[in-house]
């Protein structure tokens, strides 16, 4: 039986990760969800250039942003910069050239790593095809269907956070902050677990563990703890919002609907018994709206069944959606990896997915993702939306610069070709079919040539177009 190194501190476990060396880091963003004892060693060290592979690097204390400030990181491999309400260090970097960056789609990132950690030189996926993500990779049609080539990620080192640890490296994991953690800690030349607690062997359960202990090199007990008060202000700067107020159409315009209200639409034409993915921003806030509806929500990093928000001091640190943002368990819920949750997304089996939207075309071309200059990121939409499951756009009919976000052709780097099938705004719910647009429902006190006036491209008209209904 072969005890693992159990460190006495986190400076001792990183202790031999030199210069130039590459880290997966395990994460997807909550500030409670990093290696963060392991990251801080590291800063406090001054390594430099090293190359990064994580699903964001985030921001604040217990994140990735603790090595941008001491200008340590040289590349950055990732699915998701960070939030546009909340630049870091490692953002602005990221803009001004001085960290090279290679934006991959969240699903494939995790897929990447967990086919080098099996040993394999890659994968074909339809994830990506048709957009800039495809430009000089390999594609072929299998059965009909496009896909892309895709290489294996290994790296130098695999820097951990997980629930429990035994002294031969057994890992187990709480709630949401599995994600990338099993396929990670396959895929490193030496893993570094970094646990809650550390047990004798015997007292894990076997049929608990998710990280079985010959990935793990060494183990190290945790210090840090994150304010629950800290985590609450966080969580409502990226995101979580119970704005009440809706946009005019134009000046002195009628008023469209506010965000609940669009969350409410959408949540309406979800039908019982379908499994629903909601993206981030707007589309989190549909999770209020589904009860009784015989609706399973989904998320990517690893959970499907969940409720809504909870009430504050209700709140469990470790239970978050793909957004970072805290739900609530049901009794159905069941907790998983990353690499099963796009599993059930590219094979069809997540029925519908609910995205935000900087533009949709009428032939429901998505673009809901930023170009590498920017603050944000591709995210899972790029693998959600490749099962040929049912996308929902859920945006605002106008940005805030006047401009129409339903259009002829996109103008921003698509997302996905050729996948959505309604458009929720805040002026009309929009159907996309063969033909382009169709208004089906307009919003309290807007007609519809309120409606075509806020459209770049053409928009026909239903024989039954009526209010909007949201129930």
Sequence with gaps: ???????????????????????LVHSFGPPQAWPTDCLLALAERGVKDLTVICNTPAGGPTSLNVLAEKKQVRKLVCSYVGAPAMPTEMSEMV????????????GTLVERVRAGGAGLAGFFTPTGVGTAIAEGKEERVFDGKRYIFER??????????????????????????????????????TTIAEVKEIVPVGELDPETVVTPGIFVDRIVKTATRVDIGVLRQILQMIGRTNDMEGRATAD????????????????????????????????????????????????????????????????????????????????????????????MARSGRVSTIILGAFQVAQNGDLANWSTPKGSGGIGGAMDLAAGGGRVIALCYHRERNGRSKLV?????????????????????????????????????GLTVDDVKAATTAPLRVAADVREMQFG
């Excluded at 130098?156 to 994600?179: C, E, K």
């Design 1 to 23: 039986m072969a005890k693992k190194q159990i460190c006495e501190s986190a400076h001792q476990a990183v202790a031999d990760i030199g210069d130039g060396a590459s880290i």
């Design 95 to 106: 803009k001004a050239g001085e960290i090279e960056l290679e934006m991959v789609p969240q």
């Design 152 to 189: 294996a990620i290994t790296a130098d080192f695999a820097l951990l956070q997980a629930y429990r640890a035994d002294t031969v490296g057994n890992l187990t994991y709480r709630r949401g902050m599995r994600n990338f953690g099993p396929a990670f800690a396959t895929a490193a030349r």
């Design 252 to 343: 002195g315009g009628p008023v469209g609907l506010p965000a609940d209200l669009m969350a409410m639409k959408a949540a309406a034409l979800l039908r019982e018994g379908e499994y629903v993915n909601l993206g981030i921003g707007l589309p989190t806030q549909v999770s209020n709206f589904i009860a009784g509806r015989g609706v399973t929500l989904h998320s990517e990093n690893g959970i499907l069944g969940y409720g809504q928000f909870p009430d504050e001091g209700q709140e469990d640190i470790d239970l978050y959606n793909a957004s970072g943002q805290l739900v609530t368990p049901l009794p159905q819920t069941s907790y998983f990896d990353s690499t099963v949750s796009f599993a």
């Design 408 to 444: 002829e052709r996109l103008s921003y780097p698509a997302t996905a070709l050729g996948c959505v099938r309604s458009v929720v705004t805040d002026l009309a719910w929009i159907d996309v079919d063969a033909e382009g647009f169709l208004l089906r429902e307009l919003a309290p």
